[in-house]
Protein backbone atom coordinates (compact mmCIF):
# COMPACT_ATOMS: atom_id res chain seq x y z
CA UNK A 1 0.00 0.00 0.00
CA UNK A 2 0.95 3.76 -0.70
CA UNK A 3 0.69 5.17 2.19
CA UNK A 4 1.44 8.67 1.21
CA UNK A 5 -1.40 8.28 -1.76
CA UNK A 6 -4.02 7.52 1.77
CA UNK A 7 -2.88 10.97 3.59
CA UNK A 8 -3.01 12.93 0.45
CA UNK A 9 -6.38 11.68 -0.20
CA UNK A 10 -7.72 12.11 2.82
CA UNK A 11 -6.14 15.50 3.28
CA UNK A 12 -7.99 16.37 0.32
CA UNK A 13 -11.06 14.83 1.73
CA UNK A 14 -11.08 17.45 4.80
CA UNK A 15 -11.07 20.07 2.07
CA UNK A 16 -14.01 18.76 0.10
CA UNK A 17 -17.62 20.46 0.27
CA UNK A 18 -19.95 17.24 0.71
CA UNK A 19 -22.88 18.37 -1.01
CA UNK A 20 -24.25 14.67 0.08
CA UNK A 21 -23.57 13.76 3.56
CA UNK A 22 -24.85 10.46 2.62
CA UNK A 23 -23.50 9.18 -0.69
CA UNK A 24 -20.38 6.52 -0.53
CA UNK A 25 -20.13 6.59 -4.49
CA UNK A 26 -16.74 5.59 -5.55
CA UNK A 27 -14.83 8.42 -7.59
CA UNK A 28 -14.31 6.09 -10.44
CA UNK A 29 -17.60 4.60 -10.95
CA UNK A 30 -21.27 6.36 -10.47
CA UNK A 31 -23.10 3.30 -8.96
CA UNK A 32 -26.82 2.76 -8.81
CA UNK A 33 -29.10 3.92 -5.41
CA UNK A 34 -29.20 0.46 -4.20
CA UNK A 35 -25.29 -0.67 -4.46
CA UNK A 36 -23.83 2.36 -2.76
CA UNK A 37 -20.48 1.34 -2.99
CA UNK A 38 -17.38 0.93 -5.30
CA UNK A 39 -17.50 -1.98 -7.27
CA UNK A 40 -15.09 -3.75 -10.28
CA UNK A 41 -16.73 -4.72 -13.69
CA UNK A 42 -16.50 -8.33 -13.26
CA UNK A 43 -18.58 -8.53 -9.74
CA UNK A 44 -21.60 -6.64 -11.34
CA UNK A 45 -23.29 -9.23 -12.86
CA UNK A 46 -22.89 -11.83 -9.74
CA UNK A 47 -24.27 -8.37 -7.76
CA UNK A 48 -27.15 -8.52 -10.17
CA UNK A 49 -28.15 -12.11 -9.72
CA UNK A 50 -27.99 -11.49 -6.02
CA UNK A 51 -30.17 -8.60 -5.79
CA UNK A 52 -33.00 -10.66 -7.96
CA UNK A 53 -32.58 -13.53 -5.75
CA UNK A 54 -33.36 -11.21 -2.78
CA UNK A 55 -36.23 -9.86 -4.66
CA UNK A 56 -38.11 -12.66 -5.09
CA UNK A 57 -37.61 -14.07 -2.15
CA UNK A 58 -38.87 -10.30 -0.30
CA UNK A 59 -41.63 -10.92 -2.86
CA UNK A 60 -42.60 -14.19 -1.64
CA UNK A 61 -42.88 -13.18 2.40
CA UNK A 62 -44.68 -10.02 1.38
CA UNK A 63 -47.50 -12.27 -0.67
CA UNK A 64 -49.74 -12.18 2.55
CA UNK A 65 -53.27 -10.45 1.82
CA UNK A 66 -52.31 -8.74 5.13
CA UNK A 67 -49.31 -7.20 3.63
CA UNK A 68 -48.77 -5.74 0.09
CA UNK A 69 -45.10 -5.50 -1.20
CA UNK A 70 -43.15 -2.37 -1.37
CA UNK A 71 -41.21 -2.47 -4.29
CA UNK A 72 -39.72 0.53 -2.67
CA UNK A 73 -38.67 -0.86 -0.15
CA UNK A 74 -34.34 -1.01 0.12
CA UNK A 75 -33.12 -4.73 -0.26
CA UNK A 76 -31.07 -5.43 2.60
CA UNK A 77 -27.66 -7.76 0.98
CA UNK A 78 -28.12 -11.04 2.32
CA UNK A 79 -25.22 -12.60 4.73
CA UNK A 80 -22.24 -13.73 2.76
CA UNK A 81 -22.05 -17.45 1.64
CA UNK A 82 -18.77 -19.62 1.07
CA UNK A 83 -19.22 -22.54 -1.41
CA UNK A 84 -18.38 -26.00 0.37
CA UNK A 85 -15.34 -26.50 -0.97
CA UNK A 86 -12.69 -23.73 -1.68
CA UNK A 87 -10.50 -23.92 -4.44
CA UNK A 88 -6.43 -24.68 -3.86
CA UNK A 89 -5.70 -21.33 -4.35
CA UNK A 90 -7.80 -19.98 -2.19
CA UNK A 91 -5.94 -18.94 1.31
CA UNK A 92 -9.08 -21.10 2.66
CA UNK A 93 -8.56 -24.59 1.20
CA UNK A 94 -7.08 -26.06 4.73
CA UNK A 95 -10.81 -26.07 5.63
CA UNK A 96 -9.07 -26.93 9.79
CA UNK A 97 -9.98 -22.75 9.63
CA UNK A 98 -12.66 -22.39 7.19
CA UNK A 99 -15.38 -22.37 9.90
CA UNK A 100 -13.57 -19.46 11.31
CA UNK A 101 -13.23 -17.53 8.43
CA UNK A 102 -16.84 -18.17 7.97
CA UNK A 103 -17.81 -16.15 11.10
CA UNK A 104 -15.62 -13.47 9.91
CA UNK A 105 -17.07 -13.31 6.75
CA UNK A 106 -20.78 -13.19 8.20
CA UNK A 107 -19.58 -10.53 11.26
CA UNK A 108 -18.78 -7.66 7.98
CA UNK A 109 -22.02 -8.68 6.25
CA UNK A 110 -24.16 -8.45 9.57
CA UNK A 111 -22.18 -4.77 9.91
CA UNK A 112 -22.31 -4.04 5.96
CA UNK A 113 -26.20 -5.10 6.51
CA UNK A 114 -26.44 -2.42 9.02
CA UNK A 115 -24.62 0.59 7.61
CA UNK A 116 -27.05 -0.02 4.57
CA UNK A 117 -30.21 0.22 5.95
CA UNK A 118 -28.93 3.64 7.88
CA UNK A 119 -27.20 4.76 4.97
CA UNK A 120 -30.60 4.14 2.75
CA UNK A 121 -32.38 6.22 5.70
CA UNK A 122 -31.53 9.81 5.32
CA UNK A 123 -33.01 10.72 8.29
CA UNK A 124 -31.72 7.80 10.73
CA UNK A 125 -28.29 8.95 9.41
CA UNK A 126 -26.16 7.63 12.46
CA UNK A 127 -22.27 8.31 12.95
CA UNK A 128 -22.01 5.92 15.03
CA UNK A 129 -22.47 2.84 12.53
CA UNK A 130 -20.68 4.84 9.87
CA UNK A 131 -17.19 4.68 12.10
CA UNK A 132 -18.52 0.75 13.29
CA UNK A 133 -18.26 0.52 9.25
CA UNK A 134 -15.04 2.02 8.82
CA UNK A 135 -13.28 0.17 11.43
CA UNK A 136 -14.89 -2.81 10.04
CA UNK A 137 -13.14 -1.62 6.71
CA UNK A 138 -10.17 -0.86 8.06
CA UNK A 139 -9.69 -4.72 9.71
CA UNK A 140 -11.18 -6.77 7.08
CA UNK A 141 -8.82 -4.63 4.07
CA UNK A 142 -5.88 -6.35 5.63
CA UNK A 143 -7.37 -9.79 6.33
CA UNK A 144 -6.64 -11.97 3.39
CA UNK A 145 -9.18 -14.90 3.93
CA UNK A 146 -11.95 -12.09 3.21
CA UNK A 147 -9.94 -9.64 0.56
CA UNK A 148 -9.99 -12.72 -1.53
CA UNK A 149 -13.58 -14.19 -1.62
CA UNK A 150 -15.55 -11.27 -1.30
CA UNK A 151 -15.75 -7.59 -2.74
CA UNK A 152 -16.73 -4.41 -0.17
CA UNK A 153 -20.44 -5.05 -1.13
CA UNK A 154 -19.92 -8.09 0.65
CA UNK A 155 -20.59 -10.12 -2.27
CA UNK A 156 -18.79 -13.04 -2.90
CA UNK A 157 -16.76 -13.27 -5.67
CA UNK A 158 -16.48 -16.09 -8.48
CA UNK A 159 -13.32 -17.16 -7.67
CA UNK A 160 -10.40 -16.40 -5.67
CA UNK A 161 -8.55 -13.33 -6.51
CA UNK A 162 -4.77 -13.84 -7.40
CA UNK A 163 -1.98 -11.35 -5.45
CA UNK A 164 -2.55 -8.74 -8.08
CA UNK A 165 -6.15 -8.78 -7.78
CA UNK A 166 -6.36 -9.40 -4.24
CA UNK A 167 -4.00 -6.24 -3.49
CA UNK A 168 -6.43 -4.14 -5.51
CA UNK A 169 -9.48 -5.10 -3.58
CA UNK A 170 -7.99 -4.85 -0.44
CA UNK A 171 -7.08 -1.00 -1.73
CA UNK A 172 -10.59 -0.36 -2.78
CA UNK A 173 -11.98 -1.27 0.83
CA UNK A 174 -8.95 0.81 2.62
CA UNK A 175 -9.71 3.95 0.35
CA UNK A 176 -13.47 3.67 1.28
CA UNK A 177 -12.70 2.83 4.88
CA UNK A 178 -10.73 6.79 5.05
CA UNK A 179 -13.45 8.39 2.62
CA UNK A 180 -16.14 7.01 5.75
CA UNK A 181 -13.50 8.27 8.33
CA UNK A 182 -12.77 11.50 6.70
CA UNK A 183 -16.33 12.07 6.17
CA UNK A 184 -16.83 11.88 9.91
CA UNK A 185 -13.94 13.96 10.89
CA UNK A 186 -16.15 17.09 9.45
CA UNK A 187 -19.22 18.60 10.30
CA UNK A 188 -22.25 16.43 10.74
CA UNK A 189 -26.06 17.81 11.19
CA UNK A 190 -28.09 15.13 11.75
CA UNK A 191 -30.63 14.25 14.94
CA UNK A 192 -27.52 15.61 16.78
CA UNK A 193 -24.98 17.81 15.48
CA UNK A 194 -21.27 17.42 15.47
CA UNK A 195 -20.00 21.23 14.32
CA UNK A 196 -16.52 19.96 15.00
CA UNK A 197 -16.76 16.23 13.84
CA UNK A 198 -17.76 13.43 15.23
CA UNK A 199 -15.75 12.94 18.80
CA UNK A 200 -15.13 9.13 18.45
CA UNK A 201 -13.60 9.42 14.43
CA UNK A 202 -11.30 12.33 15.38
CA UNK A 203 -10.26 10.02 18.11
CA UNK A 204 -9.82 6.83 15.80
CA UNK A 205 -8.33 9.48 12.90
CA UNK A 206 -5.45 10.54 16.08
CA UNK A 207 -4.68 6.64 17.11
CA UNK A 208 -4.45 6.01 13.21
CA UNK A 209 -1.95 9.10 12.74
CA UNK A 210 -0.51 7.79 16.25
CA UNK A 211 0.07 4.33 14.85
CA UNK A 212 -1.23 3.81 18.27
CA UNK A 213 -4.45 1.95 18.57
CA UNK A 214 -6.91 1.90 21.74
CA UNK A 215 -8.05 -1.63 22.05
CA UNK A 216 -10.22 -0.97 24.24
CA UNK A 217 -12.13 1.45 22.57
CA UNK A 218 -12.37 -0.33 19.25
CA UNK A 219 -13.41 -3.63 21.42
CA UNK A 220 -16.39 -1.40 22.51
CA UNK A 221 -17.57 -1.30 18.81
CA UNK A 222 -17.77 -5.05 19.09
CA UNK A 223 -19.00 -5.45 22.71
CA UNK A 224 -21.73 -3.23 21.72
CA UNK A 225 -23.39 -5.66 19.20
CA UNK A 226 -24.28 -8.86 20.97
CA UNK A 227 -26.36 -9.67 18.37
CA UNK A 228 -23.70 -9.31 15.62
CA UNK A 229 -21.24 -11.39 17.47
CA UNK A 230 -23.52 -13.96 19.12
CA UNK A 231 -25.56 -14.30 15.37
CA UNK A 232 -21.73 -14.42 13.57
CA UNK A 233 -20.28 -16.82 16.66
CA UNK A 234 -17.22 -14.99 17.14
CA UNK A 235 -15.69 -14.00 20.79
CA UNK A 236 -13.87 -11.76 21.64
CA UNK A 237 -10.36 -13.20 21.23
CA UNK A 238 -10.84 -13.97 17.77
CA UNK A 239 -11.85 -10.18 17.08
CA UNK A 240 -8.79 -9.52 18.99
CA UNK A 241 -6.67 -10.89 17.14
CA UNK A 242 -8.40 -8.84 14.06
CA UNK A 243 -7.37 -5.89 15.41
CA UNK A 244 -3.50 -7.06 16.12
CA UNK A 245 -3.63 -7.76 12.72
CA UNK A 246 -4.73 -4.31 11.94
CA UNK A 247 -2.01 -2.83 14.40
CA UNK A 248 0.28 -4.43 12.60
CA UNK A 249 -0.24 -3.32 9.40
CA UNK A 250 -0.64 0.84 10.83
CA UNK A 251 2.55 0.17 12.33
CA UNK A 252 4.06 -0.62 8.74
CA UNK A 253 2.94 2.54 7.35
CA UNK A 254 0.61 0.65 5.26
CA UNK A 255 -2.55 2.87 6.01
CA UNK A 256 -1.18 6.34 7.18
CA UNK A 257 2.42 6.96 7.91
CA UNK A 258 2.92 8.29 11.55
CA UNK A 259 2.76 11.86 11.83
CA UNK A 260 2.54 13.17 15.67
CA UNK A 261 1.35 16.99 14.79
CA UNK A 262 -1.64 15.55 13.29
CA UNK A 263 -2.20 12.74 15.55
CA UNK A 264 -2.03 15.49 18.05
CA UNK A 265 -4.46 17.78 15.99
CA UNK A 266 -7.30 15.44 16.07
CA UNK A 267 -6.85 14.59 19.59
CA UNK A 268 -7.32 18.22 20.27
CA UNK A 269 -10.11 18.56 18.07
CA UNK A 270 -11.99 15.54 20.29
CA UNK A 271 -11.15 17.20 23.10
CA UNK A 272 -12.95 20.43 22.03
CA UNK A 273 -15.97 18.16 19.83
CA UNK A 274 -16.76 16.73 23.46
CA UNK A 275 -16.51 20.19 25.20
CA UNK A 276 -19.20 21.85 22.67
CA UNK A 277 -22.35 20.24 24.15
CA UNK A 278 -21.10 18.64 27.61
CA UNK A 279 -24.24 18.08 28.82
CA UNK A 280 -25.27 15.57 25.95
CA UNK A 281 -21.99 14.02 24.96
CA UNK A 282 -21.42 12.05 28.45
CA UNK A 283 -21.66 8.84 26.54
CA UNK A 284 -19.21 10.33 24.45
CA UNK A 285 -17.19 10.82 26.87
CA UNK A 286 -17.10 7.46 28.57
CA UNK A 287 -16.55 5.68 25.16
CA UNK A 288 -13.44 7.77 23.72
CA UNK A 289 -13.17 11.22 26.31
CA UNK A 290 -11.13 9.77 28.81
CA UNK A 291 -8.76 7.47 26.60
CA UNK A 292 -8.60 10.66 24.14
CA UNK A 293 -7.93 12.92 26.98
CA UNK A 294 -5.08 11.10 28.56
CA UNK A 295 -3.10 10.59 24.90
CA UNK A 296 -3.56 14.21 24.74
CA UNK A 297 -1.79 15.06 28.20
CA UNK A 298 0.68 12.35 26.94
CA UNK A 299 1.49 14.40 23.76
CA UNK A 300 1.53 17.93 25.80
CA UNK A 301 3.42 16.23 28.39
CA UNK A 302 6.43 14.84 26.36
CA UNK A 303 5.79 17.49 23.09
CA UNK A 304 5.11 14.62 20.52
CA UNK A 305 3.15 16.90 17.49
CA UNK A 306 3.32 20.18 19.76
CA UNK A 307 5.04 22.23 22.08
CA UNK A 308 6.25 20.73 25.45
CA UNK A 309 3.81 21.81 28.03
CA UNK A 310 4.09 19.92 31.39
CA UNK A 311 1.52 22.29 33.24
CA UNK A 312 -1.26 22.20 30.77
CA UNK A 313 -0.86 17.69 30.66
CA UNK A 314 -1.34 18.08 34.78
CA UNK A 315 -4.20 20.17 34.31
CA UNK A 316 -5.64 17.30 31.85
CA UNK A 317 -4.51 14.52 34.21
CA UNK A 318 -6.46 16.08 36.86
CA UNK A 319 -9.56 16.78 34.55
CA UNK A 320 -9.39 13.45 34.03
CA UNK A 321 -9.14 12.28 37.79
CA UNK A 322 -11.35 14.46 39.04
CA UNK A 323 -14.71 14.27 36.65
CA UNK A 324 -13.94 11.02 35.89
CA UNK A 325 -11.79 8.95 37.99
CA UNK A 326 -9.29 7.67 34.98
CA UNK A 327 -6.66 5.32 37.12
CA UNK A 328 -3.91 6.11 34.74
CA UNK A 329 -4.33 9.67 34.99
CA UNK A 330 -4.61 9.58 38.63
CA UNK A 331 -1.50 7.55 38.69
CA UNK A 332 0.62 9.97 36.09
CA UNK A 333 -0.58 12.85 38.59
CA UNK A 334 0.44 11.89 41.60
CA UNK A 335 3.87 10.09 40.37
CA UNK A 336 4.73 13.65 38.62
CA UNK A 337 3.91 15.33 41.65
CA UNK A 338 6.10 13.21 43.99
CA UNK A 339 8.76 13.54 41.30
CA UNK A 340 8.71 17.12 41.29
CA UNK A 341 7.89 17.45 45.56
CA UNK A 342 10.79 20.17 45.48
CA UNK A 343 9.84 22.63 42.17
CA UNK A 344 7.88 25.08 44.57
CA UNK A 345 6.66 26.98 41.36
CA UNK A 346 5.08 23.78 40.03
CA UNK A 347 3.71 22.80 43.36
CA UNK A 348 2.23 26.38 43.74
CA UNK A 349 0.37 26.06 40.05
CA UNK A 350 -0.90 22.45 41.07
CA UNK A 351 -2.35 24.44 44.31
CA UNK A 352 -4.40 26.69 42.06
CA UNK A 353 -5.28 24.12 39.53
CA UNK A 354 -6.51 21.49 42.16
CA UNK A 355 -7.67 23.86 44.79
CA UNK A 356 -6.13 21.91 47.42
CA UNK A 357 -3.72 23.05 49.93
CA UNK A 358 -1.59 20.14 50.47
CA UNK A 359 -1.05 18.57 46.90
CA UNK A 360 1.59 15.77 48.71
CA UNK A 361 -1.26 13.90 50.75
CA UNK A 362 -4.15 14.08 48.01
CA UNK A 363 -1.16 12.74 45.63
CA UNK A 364 -0.90 10.23 48.40
CA UNK A 365 -4.59 9.67 48.78
CA UNK A 366 -4.97 9.51 45.34
CA UNK A 367 -2.73 6.63 45.01
CA UNK A 368 -3.89 4.70 47.70
CA UNK A 369 -7.69 5.16 46.65
CA UNK A 370 -6.40 3.74 43.16
CA UNK A 371 -4.59 0.68 45.04
CA UNK A 372 -2.79 -0.76 41.88
CA UNK A 373 0.80 -2.71 41.75
CA UNK A 374 1.96 0.39 40.70
CA UNK A 375 0.61 2.90 42.68
CA UNK A 376 1.64 0.82 46.13
CA UNK A 377 5.65 0.65 44.41
CA UNK A 378 4.94 4.59 44.03
CA UNK A 379 3.87 5.00 47.56
CA UNK A 380 6.60 3.00 48.80
CA UNK A 381 9.03 4.87 46.78
CA UNK A 382 8.13 8.07 48.47
CA UNK A 383 8.48 6.91 52.02
CA UNK A 384 12.00 5.60 51.33
CA UNK A 385 12.91 8.98 49.59
CA UNK A 386 11.41 10.33 53.47
CA UNK A 387 13.73 7.63 55.01
CA UNK A 388 16.95 8.46 53.21
CA UNK A 389 16.18 12.20 53.86
CA UNK A 390 15.80 11.58 56.98
CA UNK A 391 12.67 13.70 56.80
CA UNK A 392 11.04 12.40 60.52
CA UNK A 393 8.40 15.37 60.93
CA UNK A 394 5.48 14.00 59.91
CA UNK A 395 6.63 10.46 60.22
CA UNK A 396 9.20 9.26 62.77
CA UNK A 397 11.88 6.53 61.61
CA UNK A 398 10.39 3.52 62.72
CA UNK A 399 7.10 4.20 61.40
CA UNK A 400 8.51 4.86 57.77
CA UNK A 401 9.90 1.77 58.03
CA UNK A 402 7.03 -0.28 58.67
CA UNK A 403 4.95 2.02 55.55
CA UNK A 404 8.05 1.30 53.29
CA UNK A 405 7.74 -2.90 53.94
CA UNK A 406 4.03 -2.88 53.63
CA UNK A 407 3.52 -1.16 50.57
CA UNK A 408 6.10 -2.90 49.14
CA UNK A 409 4.35 -5.83 50.14
CA UNK A 410 1.75 -5.10 49.19
CA UNK A 411 2.61 -4.11 45.56
CA UNK A 412 4.41 -7.52 45.64
CA UNK A 413 1.11 -9.37 46.51
CA UNK A 414 -0.41 -7.73 43.38
CA UNK A 415 2.37 -9.74 41.46
CA UNK A 416 4.44 -6.52 40.66
CA UNK A 417 8.29 -7.69 39.59
CA UNK A 418 10.19 -4.92 40.49
CA UNK A 419 8.65 -5.06 44.20
CA UNK A 420 9.58 -8.94 44.42
CA UNK A 421 12.98 -7.86 43.49
CA UNK A 422 12.87 -4.88 45.57
CA UNK A 423 12.33 -6.43 49.01
CA UNK A 424 14.48 -8.97 47.99
CA UNK A 425 17.07 -6.13 47.78
CA UNK A 426 15.59 -4.63 51.57
CA UNK A 427 16.54 -8.15 53.16
CA UNK A 428 19.63 -8.82 51.45
CA UNK A 429 21.29 -5.76 52.34
CA UNK A 430 19.08 -5.57 55.86
CA UNK A 431 17.84 -1.96 54.73
CA UNK A 432 15.34 0.53 56.53
CA UNK A 433 15.54 -1.16 59.93
CA UNK A 434 15.16 -4.77 58.35
CA UNK A 435 17.70 -7.54 59.11
CA UNK A 436 19.38 -9.38 56.83
CA UNK A 437 17.76 -12.84 56.11
CA UNK A 438 19.41 -14.75 53.19
CA UNK A 439 16.46 -17.14 52.69
CA UNK A 440 13.85 -14.44 52.54
CA UNK A 441 15.87 -12.65 49.74
CA UNK A 442 16.38 -15.40 47.49
CA UNK A 443 12.72 -16.58 48.07
CA UNK A 444 11.80 -13.19 46.81
CA UNK A 445 14.27 -13.15 44.14
CA UNK A 446 13.03 -16.07 42.72
CA UNK A 447 9.45 -15.10 42.71
CA UNK A 448 9.95 -14.01 39.17
CA UNK A 449 12.52 -15.34 37.41
CA UNK A 450 11.57 -13.94 34.43
CA UNK A 451 12.48 -10.48 35.27
CA UNK A 452 16.04 -9.44 34.53
CA UNK A 453 16.91 -7.99 37.75
CA UNK A 454 15.51 -10.90 39.39
CA UNK A 455 18.41 -13.39 37.77
CA UNK A 456 21.09 -11.05 37.82
CA UNK A 457 20.26 -10.86 41.93
CA UNK A 458 20.41 -14.37 41.99
CA UNK A 459 24.16 -14.58 39.90
CA UNK A 460 25.03 -12.51 42.34
CA UNK A 461 24.34 -14.79 45.60
CA UNK A 462 25.50 -17.42 43.62
CA UNK A 463 29.09 -15.95 42.97
CA UNK A 464 29.27 -14.78 46.67
CA UNK A 465 27.41 -17.77 48.58
CA UNK A 466 26.13 -17.76 52.07
CA UNK A 467 27.83 -20.53 54.73
CA UNK A 468 25.10 -19.70 57.10
CA UNK A 469 22.53 -21.66 54.93
CA UNK A 470 24.51 -23.89 52.77
CA UNK A 471 24.79 -21.96 49.45
CA UNK A 472 28.26 -22.22 48.10
CA UNK A 473 29.72 -19.96 45.56
CA UNK A 474 29.25 -21.28 42.23
CA UNK A 475 30.68 -19.29 39.37
CA UNK A 476 29.91 -21.17 36.51
CA UNK A 477 25.89 -21.24 37.92
CA UNK A 478 26.13 -17.44 38.55
CA UNK A 479 27.43 -16.81 34.84
CA UNK A 480 24.17 -18.70 33.65
CA UNK A 481 22.22 -16.42 35.82
CA UNK A 482 23.47 -13.42 34.33
CA UNK A 483 23.00 -14.80 30.79
CA UNK A 484 19.45 -15.79 31.85
CA UNK A 485 19.22 -11.83 33.00
CA UNK A 486 20.53 -10.50 29.58
CA UNK A 487 18.35 -12.84 27.51
CA UNK A 488 15.21 -12.29 29.41
CA UNK A 489 12.78 -9.13 27.90
CA UNK A 490 13.98 -5.97 28.25
CA UNK A 491 16.96 -7.70 29.54
CA UNK A 492 19.78 -5.75 27.31
CA UNK A 493 18.50 -2.25 28.83
CA UNK A 494 19.46 -2.85 32.04
CA UNK A 495 22.86 -1.47 32.67
CA UNK A 496 23.13 -3.88 35.55
CA UNK A 497 23.20 -6.43 33.60
CA UNK A 498 25.57 -5.38 30.64
CA UNK A 499 27.95 -4.07 33.82
CA UNK A 500 27.87 -7.65 34.83
CA UNK A 501 28.35 -9.12 31.59
CA UNK A 502 31.26 -6.78 30.91
CA UNK A 503 32.93 -7.83 34.60
CA UNK A 504 32.40 -11.66 33.81
CA UNK A 505 34.37 -11.87 30.83
CA UNK A 506 37.21 -9.33 31.88
CA UNK A 507 38.13 -11.56 34.32
CA UNK A 508 36.73 -14.86 33.51
CA UNK A 509 34.17 -15.73 36.13
CA UNK A 510 32.45 -18.91 34.98
CA UNK A 511 33.50 -18.22 31.05
CA UNK A 512 36.26 -18.07 28.93
CA UNK A 513 38.28 -14.27 29.28
CA UNK A 514 37.25 -12.52 26.31
CA UNK A 515 38.43 -8.81 26.32
CA UNK A 516 36.63 -8.28 23.11
CA UNK A 517 32.95 -9.14 24.71
CA UNK A 518 34.05 -7.56 27.55
CA UNK A 519 34.74 -3.92 26.19
CA UNK A 520 31.26 -4.79 23.62
CA UNK A 521 28.82 -4.88 27.06
CA UNK A 522 30.74 -2.31 28.74
CA UNK A 523 30.04 0.51 25.72
CA UNK A 524 26.79 -0.93 26.36
CA UNK A 525 26.47 -0.14 29.75
CA UNK A 526 28.10 3.18 29.68
CA UNK A 527 25.63 4.22 26.76
CA UNK A 528 22.81 3.62 29.07
CA UNK A 529 24.60 5.86 31.82
CA UNK A 530 25.97 3.17 34.20
CA UNK A 531 28.85 4.86 36.03
CA UNK A 532 31.01 2.18 36.58
CA UNK A 533 30.96 1.54 33.16
CA UNK A 534 32.12 4.84 31.83
CA UNK A 535 34.59 4.84 34.90
CA UNK A 536 36.23 1.96 33.13
CA UNK A 537 36.42 3.40 29.17
CA UNK A 538 37.88 6.11 30.77
CA UNK A 539 40.31 4.12 32.51
CA UNK A 540 41.32 1.64 29.46
Not at 15 to 43: C, F, G, H, R
Not at 141 to 166: D, G, M, T, W
Not at 312 to 331: I, M, N, Q
Request: one cysteine or more; proline letters at 4%.
Amino acid sequence: MNSQHYEQTHQQMNTLNYQNQYSYASPQKSTSSSVPYPIDEYQYKEIEQRRLLQQQRVASSNSSPSRKPNNQQSIRSPPPQLVPQASQNSVLSNTSIYAKELAFFEYFGHTYNEVIEDSTNTKAFTPYIQLKWAITLFIFSFHPPFVQHYNINCVELHRPLNQKELHHNSRIILEHAMKVLSRLCTAINGKRDFPGGYPMALYFMGQLYSQKLDFDFLLGFFDNDPIGSQQCNINKTEYNELLKNLQANLANNKILPLNEYNAFKYYDKCYKALHMSEEESASDWILCGVSNLFRLAVCLEHGRGCNLDVMKSLRLFWEAWKDWKDPVSGYKLASKIFKEEGNYAMMEELKHIMKKDDVINNALRTLKELDTPQSNFEIAKYYERMYIEERFDVYDKDLLSKLILKCYLRSFELNYNLASWKLGQIFEFGLYGQQVDTKKSINFYYHDTSFPLNCLSIAGWLLTGDKTIGLKPDDNESFSWLKRAYNCTNGSRYNKVLYGLGIYYQFGIGCERDKVKSLEFMNKAAELNHPGAKKYLLKD
